[in-house]
């Protein structure tokens, strides 16, 4: 169609607009892609080096992880639960092991690609006797929370996660990137291209600057763990 600029949102989308501009060059600005270096998007976060920048939506998994041990300190054993075919995933994973070797934590990894796989993953997880639940912004999981929140409810093991959208369907708790303030980032981004001629192989990632600090009240109180201070209850919208 001819269009001045593409905004894809997420890594499988990115991907895709990335392949059909190699030719024409059209500028790409994507939204919320977590690990664009790795996912093979752009250079490196500085310097894009092509038609394509954006911004990320990657979490701060060490804060996690210390939220985690600030709700319960004899914290010994995480449950690391997600899709390992998603980018989104890779680098928090790889950051969640970090920490816990660091802190004398052992880990029990389980994957799944489908909601049946999930609950699999996270039945052998409760069968494991983790002491909690660790899943980045994973939209697999994301999916499957639904089906799986009452598992680790009833087995008394929080499921931190890395956005609100979790927590809103049933997780515990949410830490992650506020997504309005992301869209408003790339918007500034695309008005700077189409309005100002910013090139986009050097115009850095952006990421949001404030992070959102959701739990989920009922699930909070079934497992009977109080909230540190900071984070406020999920409400839908």
Not at 33 to 45: E, F, K, R, W
Not at 57 to 76: G, H, P, V
Not at 151 to 180: E, R
Not at 221 to 229: E, F, H, M, Q, S
Request: proline content about 4%; charged content about 25%.
């Amino acid at each position: 169609d001819g269009v001045d600029i593409i905004i894809p949102i997420a890594t499988p989308t990115a991907l895709i607009a990335q392949s059909v501009t190699e030719d024409n060059q059209i500028p790409v600005v994507f939204s919320a892609v977590t690990d664009p270096v790795s996912a093979g998007l752009v250079a490196s976060m500085d310097a894009p080096g092509a038609n394509i920048t954006g911004t990320s939506d990657a979490i701060d998994t060490d804060a996690i992880m210390k939220l985690i041990l600030k709700a319960n300190s004899k914290t010994k054993k995480l449950g690391l639960l997600y899709d390992k075919s998603q980018d989104s995933s890779k680098q928090a994973i790889a950051d969640a092991k970090k920490f816990c070797k660091e802190n004398g934590i052992s880990v029990v990894e389980k994957t799944g690609t489908t909601n049946d796989e999930v609950a699999l993953a996270a039945d052998a997880l409760v069968a494991a006797k983790v002491d909690a639940v660790f899943t980045p912004t994973d939209n697999t999981i994301m999916k499957a929370e639904l089906a799986i929140y009452e598992k680790f409810v009833n087995a008394k093991i929080p499921h931190y996660t890395g956005a609100d959208s979790f927590a809103l369907n049933g997780a515990f708790a949410g830490y992650g990137v506020n997504y309005k303030e992301l869209g408003v980032e790339t918007a500034d981004m695309v008005a700077d291209i189409l309005v100002n001629g910013a090139d986009p192989a050097t115009m850095e990632i952006k990421t949001a600057e404030n992070v959102t600090k959701k739990y989920n009240k009922t699930i909070c109180d079934a497992l009977g763990i109080t909230i540190p201070d900071g984070y406020e209850a999920i409400t839908e919208e």
